[in-house]
């Protein structure tokens, strides 16, 4: 009977000194805050990524009369303005200065603010109602106005990328008549301007490629212009930000073992057969859908583009597709 008990004692002892060892450990570890986590996600970006991503449209306690300015860029702009305001016929293409704060109440009777902005050209006032108390404005971080271009943020884009050179990422070029025309992928250009672009894409990037040679192959004569539209400042769509339409390093150096011929199909979005994933991946994007069949030789693979186009693959290579 004591033989069970100092057993049972020496066993309690053993895992207590497991347990203590165990916890020593756990508590030994370094915590993970938020803020690392920040830091480290950050430290993950690429530099595209990080190019832009500080320049921010200015807050609503840092406008300053008569000077911070859009663009109207859609006629839809008139529908969004306060009740009882004078609508001219058009103002689209029209220049807007800030004017001042009013203190007002939207439709149900809570405070509102009123942004008042003057045309300009010829002085018309019209004013803009948002849900945000006159006594609070001050505090918010980030005020758009609706159908409209922030000429201050497209001015700082445009002193941060003027001149830069840079490897365009994606064909979906325009011509200086906004039409939309087949372009290049991964050729070096000169960023000639930044303008103001559209609701959507306040940036409109002006370009010319480098090489004559391919100036050519894009039929961009001497007197031609060339430009992609692109988000920035977290204003617009995300889906033309930075990173996604130009890159800092030329692409073709990542891949030195890709033939001239390939990488020529390559730079105009053309695929042929024989060509691998990644020559595919580089020519037109990441497909929209992945579909794998087993055949008698292995496995198929099947890519579908949001266009209809579809390539398909044995053994990596690819043998059939649709352009």
Known sequence: MRRNSITKAATVAVLAM??????TGVESTPRIGDAEVRRRQAAEQTAEQRFLADV???????WRRGHTAWLVSDPRFAR????????PDSLAGRTML??????????????ATDVTLVDASDGTVVRYRVAVPSSAIDTVSQLEVPFAID???VARVDSMMRGRLLYVCTPDWFDGRGHDVSGLRHIEVTVD?????SYLYPAAVYFTPTDSRQAARASIAPDDTRFLYMSVGGVGASTRSFDR?????????RFPNIEDDVWALITASRVREGMTRDECRLALGSPTAINRYPTRGGMREVWNYSDGVYLAFDDGYLTSFRQ
């Open 193 to 197: 301007s930044v303008v103001p672009g």
């Open 56 to 62: 921010r449209p200015e807050a609503p306690s840092q």
């Open 80 to 87: 969004v303005l306060a009740p009882m305001t004078a609508v």
């Open 18 to 23: 497991a347990a203590a060892s165990c916890f």
């Open 98 to 111: 800030f004017g001042g704060f009013a203190a007002a109440a939207s439709l149900t009777g809570s405070d």
């Open 151 to 153: 000429l201050g943020l």
């Open 245 to 253: 339409l130009f890159a800092f390093d030329n692409p073709r150096r």
